[in-house]
């Protein structure tokens, strides 16, 4: 699996949009890349999976540029309550089979008031 | 449709004392995972099992710990002589049977966690 870069940490004020970037410099042909989002206290919860260009749900947009060496997760107009550790994952898409899902340090995203 | 359910929510043992982690997947769901996170850090693989085998445990500790999932019933996470270090959130999780074309693969949905705190 592909090891992942992310920051640390990230502030921001409710009502903007957050990009979180993350790299990945090894990823691999069959690679997915795959975002969860953790709660204090609540296991991780599933965001967006995307191969490459846009991806786009309720919930976020994920840009894979054309190198797919990088990934950026956007939150439009993030709230109190998107104050969270987000985990960006890469590995075969099929590799959920095989059981291992390899978290990183995550990002921990702070949203003030 | 419930989702996957960990008991119980918080465990408090002492040192060399036995602790039970249960897990009951999502209904449908096959296989299960354990992780460990430890404060301040991202969530580490330990088991994957399916009904009644492991299915790979490259990420449990060697000794003490040990995982079941029975053919009845829910997985369990044993942990004998517990230690201080073993103080941490362990989380389960579960997902469907082998992926279907279009289906995401990365179907692991979680449960609320264990937190289990040793003194």
């Known amino acids: 699996l592909a090891k992942t870069t992310q920051p640390i940490s990230m502030d921001s004020y409710e009502g903007q949009e957050v990009n979180i970037t993350c790299s990945h410099n090894?990823?691999?042909?069959?690679?997915?890349i795959t975002w969860y989002q953790q709660f204090p206290s609540q296991g991780p919860r599933f965001i967006i999976q995307?191969?490459?260009t846009k991806v786009t749900n309720e919930v976020a947009s994920l840009f894979i540029p054309a190198d797919r060496k990088s990934s950026t997760l956007s939150l439009p107009r993030v709230s109190l309550s998107d104050t969270a550790v987000y985990y960006c994952?890469?590995?075969?898409?099929?590799?959920?089979?095989?059981?291992?899902?390899?978290f990183g340090q995550g990002t921990t995203l702070q949203v003030k008031p | 449709n419930a989702g996957v359910m960990q008991n119980p929510r918080h465990l408090v043992r002492r040192r060399g004392q036995e602790a039970r982690l249960r897990c009951s997947p999502m209904?449908?769901?096959?296989?299960v995972y354990w992780y460990r996170q430890l404060p301040e850090e991202g969530l580490k693989f330990m088991v994957y099992?399916?009904?009644?085998?492991?299915?790979?445990e490259s990420g449990m500790p060697k000794e003490r710990f040990s995982a079941e999932f029975p053919k009845e019933g829910p997985s369990i996470l044993r942990i004998q002589q517990v230690v201080r270090g073993d103080s941490a959130a362990y989380f389960c999780?579960?997902?469907?049977?082998?992926?279907?074309?279009?289906?995401?693969?990365?179907?692991?949905?979680f449960g609320p966690g264990t937190r289990l705190l040793v003194l």
């Open positions: 999780a579960s997902s469907p049977p082998n992926s279907q074309p279009g289906q995401n693969a990365w179907s692991q949905y």
């Open positions: 090894n990823i691999a042909t069959n690679d997915y």
């Open positions: 995307g191969y490459k």
């Open positions: 994952l890469v590995g075969d898409r099929l590799a959920g089979n095989t059981g291992k899902l390899i």
């Open positions: 209904k449908g769901h096959s296989h």
């Open positions: 099992l399916q009904k009644e085998n492991i299915i790979d």
